[in-house]
């Protein structure tokens, strides 16, 4: 699969007519971001690297794509996935001291599985949860605004950034953005209940990270980014200039924020891989991607073993 450098093209960002001219058919056709975009993404992840409209702090010799293969496998009772790519030198990123935004992490892995009742969850995957105003996007609204709202920032545990979130955690997401209004809804919280009952409607994303000392978290993606106490296992290992990250997890462990992956129907994933160092936004993703069990017609097809 082709993992490509999206910079910060959010979910607004498609959402809009004067930004994304494929903004109609996804938002009234129901097209996918796949539909439009499956053969060009080196050419739009070499473009977006580069600098420019969407990437207003480009990294020299970053990478526009990352060749990735991916496979997956089932047993009884887990999912396992194991996702390879070739290495990079390293490109500091000019905005941050000593090159490295997470000196700590040389690669992250992310897989995301889609839930239900999420906006175009099925179309555009994990774009769902990229907001204009999460960290290092163009309407993040910086420390002292989310310090101002302490309400919000409390519920978020947020200080200096705003995490990934659901626009169905919202009450109001400002996509157009006209009259100088900054997009996104990061203080637009809805309430504790209404959050809860999304959570219990299995209106999240799944979110399972590997790092690069093999180490992992499991947790979702609703209201804000958080990591749970689900079950997962993971490793990670660089050896003559291919990264190897393995993990696996229950098919049902039956716990909340995990996504039952059951025979018959097919969900909607994405992945996103940070190298070289990166954080936050700097990272590279699929578009909606399909996985079923058991299934050829899905793009992963998670084989019985």
Aim: charge should be negative.
């Amino acid at each position: 699969m082709t993992l490509f450098y999206p910079g910060q093209a959010s979910f607004e960002w498609v959402q809009n007519g004067k930004t994304h001219g494929g903004a109609r058919p996804l938002t009234k056709g129901g097209d996918s971001c796949m539909t439009c975009h499956a053969a060009e993404l080196e050419a739009i992840g070499n473009k977006i690297v580069a600098g420019g409209e969407t990437e207003p702090t480009p990294i020299p010799g970053k990478r526009g794509i990352i060749n990735t293969t991916i496979q997956a496998a089932h047993d009884d009772e887990n999912l396992y996935v194991r996702v390879q790519w070739p290495d990079a030198p390293h490109n500091p990123a000019p905005f941050v001291d000593g090159g490295k935004m997470d000196p700590d992490n040389q690669v992250k892995v992310a897989m995301m599985i889609a839930g239900t009742g999420i906006e175009m969850g099925e179309t555009t995957g994990c774009w769902a949860s990229c907001h204009a105003d999460n960290t290092y996007m163009p309407f993040d609204p910086g420390a002292e605004a989310i310090a101002g709202n302490a309400d919000v920032a409390g519920r978020l545990e947020a200080t200096d950034t705003i995490t990934k979130y659901l626009t169905e955690s919202r009450t109001k997401v400002e996509v157009k953005g006209r009259r100088g209004k900054a997009q996104g809804g990061w203080d637009k919280l809805k309430s504790a209940d209404e959050i809860s009952q999304l959570f219990e409607d299995g209106t999240y994303l799944d979110l399972l990270r590997v790092y690069a000392d093999g180490t992992s978290s499991n947790g979702y993606l609703l209201e804000r980014r958080i990591v749970n106490d689900g079950e997962m296992s993971a490793e990670a290992n660089l050896s003559a200039g291919i990264w190897t990250v393995v993990f696996s997890r229950p098919l049902n462990s039956g716990a909340p924020g995990d996504i039952p992956l059951e025979p018959g129907k097919t969900y909607t994933v994405g992945f996103a891989i940070h190298d070289d160092y990166a954080a936050a936004r700097f990272h590279h993703v699929t578009l909606n991607t399909s996985l079923a069990l058991d299934d050829d017609t899905a793009q992963i097809n998670v084989t019985k073993q």
